[in-house]
């Protein structure tokens, strides 16, 4: 299992990004996927998960500013992120679960994790 993710930046605050990760190693369309980050100085923290199908959830506070979305031809997950905050800076993952079927915020459900790509707000 490989996961990539890239799209990360600096980016001034009430500006967007959209990160990718990019899957490899197991059949993605088959697989829940998630999103987490990890801000300087704090544990990891769950930020959207989208089920094989499509189905999406999200952390309330990233709810109505940030999109998960996935290609299954091309075995990639997205975040658009958009009104990005200050701290919304974080070193950002995908991951994907021990059951294949998880995308919430339990993050001991987890198996594997991208190298992560850092996304600061700042101006």
């Known amino acids: 299992v490989q996961l990539v993710e890239s799209g990360g930046g600096l980016v001034q605050p009430g500006g967007s990004l959209r990160l990718s990760c990019a899957a490899s190693?197991?059949?993605?369309?088959?697989?829940?996927m998630t999103w987490a980050r990890q801000a300087p100085g704090k544990g990891l923290e769950w930020v959207a998960g989208i089920y094989s199908v499509g189905t999406a959830y999200y952390a309330n506070s990233m709810k109505g500013r940030f999109t998960i979305s996935r290609d299954n031809e091309k075995n990639t997950t997205y975040l658009q992120m958009t009104s990005l905050k200050p701290e919304d800076t974080a070193v950002y993952y995908c991951?994907?679960?021990?059951?294949?079927?998880?995308?919430?915020?339990?993050?001991?459900?987890?198996?594997?994790w991208g190298q992560g790509t850092q996304v600061t707000v700042s101006s």
């Open positions: 190693g197991f059949t993605f369309s088959r697989c829940a």
């Open positions: 991951a994907l679960s021990k059951s294949r079927n998880y995308c919430g915020p339990e993050m001991q459900e987890y198996e594997y």
